[in-house]
């Protein structure tokens, strides 16, 4: 990911995108999440966090990539917008975070981690939220024809390989921490074409 956010131009990134998701702004809209402290996993340029930051949200995005987390900062000080920024792996122990969230959400992250580690990601969720602490994850669905290919491991253009997800697996690996509030498969817009999705909004037991 560093690769990536340091050799690519962030404007052509797929997954850059500077408007929130119409799901995303809906929650807020609609008051299913009023203003909390809230995390944003993965958060890439900060664009999201930066959003709900600006919409009362005590706001922290994580990310992998230093260089992301760089452009985030540089983002939240040029708009005027309080935010912290932190780079953490998502798969670790997450030692960066301490005091638990009442929202966290993942935006198209889960696809980037395959099933053996899923199991330690969806923990440190867990782990991260509050008792009632809301969680929304929307990731690509196996029923999706992106990139050319029907399978559940798929290359992209940029020299990653991605993990779709069917809603039965995706069921059966939050059921033990979460209760599932919805899950349902939708077209979500993206940089250069429309994609199936599963999106997941769920309870922290």
């Known amino acids: 990911m ?3 956010y340091r050799e690519v131009p962030l404007q052509t990134i797929p997954w850059h995108m ?3 998701p119409d799901i995303l702004v809906d929650l807020v809209r609609s008051g299913k ?4 402290r809230a995390i944003d996993l993965g958060c890439g340029a900060g664009n999201y ?4 930051a600006g919409a009362g949200f005590e706001m922290t995005g994580v990310d992998i990539s ?25 798969l670790g122990d997450l030692h960066e975070i301490r005091d638990p969230y009442e929202f966290a959400y993942d935006w198209e992250v889960l696809h980037h981690i395959f099933p053996e580690d899923r199991e330690r990601y969806v923990r ?3 782990r991260i939220l509050r008792p009632g602490g809301k969680y929304l994850s929307v990731c690509f669905s196996d029923e999706d024809p992106q990139f050319g290919s029907s399978g559940k491991y798929r290359k992209t253009p940029l020299g990653t390989t991605l993990y779709f997800s069917s809603e039965d697996e995706l069921r059966d690996l939050f059921r033990p921490f ?28």
């Open 33 to 36: 999440m009023l203003p909390c």
């Open 49 to 52: 966090a930066l959003f709900l």
């Open 66 to 90: 230093s260089r992301a987390i760089e452009i985030a900062r540089e983002n939240a000080a040029k708009r005027g917008i309080r935010c912290t920024f932190l780079v953490a792996d998502l």
């Open 18 to 20: 500077e408007s929130p």
């Open 2 to 4: 560093d690769r990536i």
């Open 124 to 126: 440190n969720v867990h």
């Open 178 to 205: 979460f209760t599932i509030r919805s899950l349902t498969t939708r077209e979500v817009p993206g940089k250069y074409s429309p994609h199936l999705a599963v999106c997941a909004f769920l309870e922290k037991h």
